[in-house]
Nanobody
């Protein structure tokens, strides 16, 4: 059983920063891809960023590139550092784990088989 627990969401003004954390447990994640997705009210779940646990290769959506950074540490925690936040970044942010694909970093939500409960990020203008 894989458990993913997000934290770090909140309310921030435009231009501010937040760091989301995703504590992962229940498996050895060396072969996994770990991703962050978000879902705004009335919209579908969209890809934000992801990495390969082994090697740390990363992949970003164009709309967050150069503002967001995904990383992980040795304690099985994945981070999403979000800088220069915009009101359009407002959404519930989800951490996800993919155990089945290899050789690339998936960016489609249905490629991920484990999900956290989500954390709300609200950016005021």
């Amino acid at each position: 059983q894989v458990d993913l627990v997000e934290s770090g969401g909140g309310l921030v003004q435009a231009g501010g920063s937040l760091r989301l954390s995703c504590a992962a447990s229940g498996r050895t994640f060396s072969s996994y891809a770990m991703g962050w997705f978000r879902q705004a009210p009335g919209k579908g779940r969209e890809f934000v960023a992801a990495l390969r646990w082994s090697g740390g290769n990363t992949y970003y959506a164009d709309y967050v590139k150069d503002r967001f950074t995904i990383s992980r540490d040795a304690q099985n925690t994945v981070y999403l550092q979000m800088n220069s936040l915009k009101p359009e970044d407002t959404a519930v942010y989800y951490c996800a784990a993919d155990s089945t694909h290899s050789g690339y970093i998936p960016s489609l939500w249905y490629d991920y088989d484990y999900w956290g409960q989500g954390t709300q990020v609200t950016v005021s203008s």
